[in-house]
């Protein structure tokens, strides 16, 4: 199982199971500090993994990012490569 904002990549490499989280790429457990907001997101990814049995299952996490991602200032000043590959997949989905 990956926790990943990239459902579609994993999904189409052939992940068995993805935990989705839609949080800024390079933050899947959340805030730096936020020990709680990470515990949360590590038991759902837990639980996740405990409750499917189909390969290829892709669970969305109930977790929301509490800013908007393109006002943040930690981003690299480059897309990544994967990234860049399946940009147009991301959007679209």
Do not use: C
Not at 24 to 45: E, F, H, K, S, W
């Amino acid at each position: 199982m990956v926790l990943t904002p990239t459902w579609e990549f994993h999904n189409d490499v052939g992940i068995p199971r993805s935990a989705a989280i839609e949080y800024p790429y390079g933050r899947p457990l959340g805030q730096v500090n936020d020990r709680a907001g990470q515990r949360q997101v590590i038991l759902g990814a837990l639980a996740m993994l405990e409750e499917t049995k189909t390969p290829g299952e892709v669970r969305h996490l109930p977790f929301t990012w509490p800013e908007d991602p393109r006002k943040t200032d930690w981003h690299p000043p480059e897309i990544s490569p994967i990234i860049k590959m399946n940009l147009d997949k991301i959007k679209s989905a």
